[in-house]
Nanobody, 123 residues
């Protein structure tokens, strides 16, 4: 079964840092764009950062200069280094990968979401 497994969330004080990881596993033939999204209570899910296979990146304005997205293509893993965290960064963070792989019912291109990891920034 193809899946994304996230790790690295938790409680951190304002100004602190966290590093999120997301690993894809299963029958995967290729992974294209990978990204991190977040959803705070009462808000819609929003893009935080995205990275292409070649390493091109784009970020939400609210995290530019503080967050860095990277990936390890050999390990099908994407990372999000979050520095200078603010209380408004508190949210459930989800990774997403656009891939060509095989699920239990089909083979093809699809976007897969992780289960989410909670990041809480509070003193």
């Amino acid at each position: 079964q193809v899946q994304l497994v996230e790790s690295g969330g938790g409680l951190v004080q304002p100004g602190g840092s966290l590093r999120l990881s997301c690993a894809a596993s299963g029958t995967i033939f290729s992974i294209h764009d990978m990204g991190w999204y977040r959803q705070a209570p009462g808000n819609e899910r929003e893009l935080v950062a995205r990275i292409s296979t070649s390493g091109s990146t784009n970020y939400a304005d609210s995290v530019k200069g503080r967050f860095t997205i990277s990936r390890d293509n050999a390990k099908n893993t994407v990372f999000l280094q979050m520095n200078s965290l603010k209380p408004e960064d508190t949210a459930v963070y989800y990774c997403k990968a656009d891939m060509y792989g095989r699920t239990s019912v089909s083979t093809g291109y699809f976007g897969l979401w992780g289960q989410g990891t909670l990041v809480t920034v509070s003193s």
